[in-house]
């Protein structure tokens, strides 16, 4: 018998810990609309406006000069350099040796997860939330606990005691996404002290999700024209640099850098050599032209940023003054991120609704329950674009529901 008469073994299978990741709804929505000619998106985390010129020259200008080699596994010094200055005006003083460039945010939540949770361990999350945040560590065979925000007359709240008593001693990471994806909540100064004491008690890492922590409302008019404007409240203006607490962040949102996958974890110095390994092993480090952009966005982007904010808030205020027209929607304008996340007839199934919704008149939004059970019942809109897509947007919203007969 020759080898290749052997029988052959039952069909070939992923790990069952990867078997049982849960798919994109975001994505299931969008199949249903292949073959709709004009659909209007806004189910996807980013503008529509390409990345300012700018970044896009200082790319241009490092490919021009042949930077496209592999770089030290932690990101090129002048990049840690200048993202260390930027952190520093931000949040307090941070040296590079406590910065760690990586293949934007979503490699940075797979690095974090990576270098403190492994198989068993207990990680909670507060939801709803974007997906990435609680399937990364399942990857790795851990258990991802939640706790959900409640939605009521003051927008979406953190039940903080009971986001303590689910922070048990044998937990070993707490995942927070302040500003959040999908509701646009923020988690405030006081939280986060109280989880922060509350997590140095039994030793438990904190990972924060901040890529949205420049797209913050709060404080955006007033300090426009400022050096800096206002950042949401971050853990990083509590902690100090060498506790159990690691900082994701992106290049993705503040500098409209979706497609170049670049971004930053902020973390102990003591980890660094351990997270260059896994670096190593992961992508070996973002690509060289690419960090070079990354210098003059942190550099030069400031004003760009804060031009950025205001535009932002005004597509929000607009949104949700033409969505609060439409009998039956209940919608209220976040303080961060670009999403609104509001209720409306029929979401109460919010998958078939927004897949009904891109065959029927082309309109994009993603469905609540793709944010974890907790977020069923909403539907998240990014309203990252102009006014005129936006006014679009609600007339083909109107058209469904009067079609459907609850309008
Ligand atoms: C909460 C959150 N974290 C992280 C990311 C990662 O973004 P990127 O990988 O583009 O940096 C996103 C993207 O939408 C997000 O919504």
Redesign the pocket.
């Known amino acids: 018998m020759s080898e290749t008469d052997l029988p052959v073994p039952s069909v070939p299978n992923a790990r069952d810990a990867v078997r049982a990741l849960r798919p994109s709804q975001i994505r299931e929505v969008a199949n249903a609309g292949f073959g709709v000619a004009d659909v209007l998106p806004f189910w996807?985390?980013?503008s529509d406006r390409v990345t300012p010129t700018f970044i896009r020259d200082a790319a241009s200008a490092a490919l021009a000069a042949g930077a496209t080699f592999y770089t030290h596994n932690l990101g090129i010094a002048p990049l840690r350099a200048a993202l260390a200055d930027y952190v520093s005006a931000l949040h307090g003083t941070t040296s590079s040796d406590h910065i760690a460039v990586t293949s934007?945010?979503?490699?940075?939540?797979m690095l974090a997860a990576q270098l403190v949770v492994g198989a068993g361990d207990r990680v909670v999350a507060v939801t709803p939330?974007?997906p990435?945040?609680v399937e990364i560590p399942k990857i790795l065979g851990a258990h991802v606990e939640t706790v959900a925000l409640g939605y009521g007359e003051h927008g979406w709240q953190l039940d903080l005691e009971q986001l303590l008593a689910a922070l048990t001693p044998d937990t070993k990471m707490l995942l927070v996404?302040s500003p959040?994806?999908p509701t646009g909540w923020v988690m405030s100064r006081e939280e986060q002290r109280a989880v922060l004491a509350h997590c140095r008690r039994h030793g438990i890492w904190i990972v924060a999700?901040e890529?949205?922590e420049r797209l913050y409302y709060a404080h955006a008019e007033a300090d426009a024209g400022s050096t800096h404007s206002r950042t949401a409240p971050s853990f990083l203006d509590l902690a100090t640099r060498d506790e159990r607490v690691i900082c994701?962040n992106?290049?993705?949102?503040a500098w409209l850098?979706?497609g170049w996958?670049?971004?930053w974890i902020v973390a102990p110095a003591s980890l660094m050599d351990d997270l260059g390994k896994l670096v190593e092993y992961n992508t070996s480090c973002a690509p060289a032209f690419v960090q070079q952009a990354g210098i003059a966005a942190v550099q030069q982007g400031e004003r760009f940023t804060q031009d950025l904010v205001l535009d932002l808030k005004a597509s929000r205020d607009h949104l949700v003054r033409a969505l609060s027209a439409v009998p039956g929607v209940d919608v209220k304008a976040p303080p961060g991120?670009m999403y609104v996340f509001f209720s409306m007839p029929g979401a109460a199934r919010s998958l078939e609704l927004c897949k009904a919704m891109v065959r029927e008149v082309g309109l994009g939004v993603a469905p609540g329950s793709a944010f974890g059970p907790q977020g069923e019942g909403f539907v998240r809109w990014c309203y990252a674009c102009d006014t005129a897509r936006l006014d679009a947007g609600v007339g083909r919203l109107r058209r469904f529901l009067a079609q459907h007969g609850t309008h």
């Open positions: 996807f985390g980013e934007a945010g979503v490699n940075a939540l939330l974007w990435n945040l996404n959040n994806n999700d890529v949205y994701v992106s290049f993705s949102k850098m979706t996958r670049l971004g991120a």
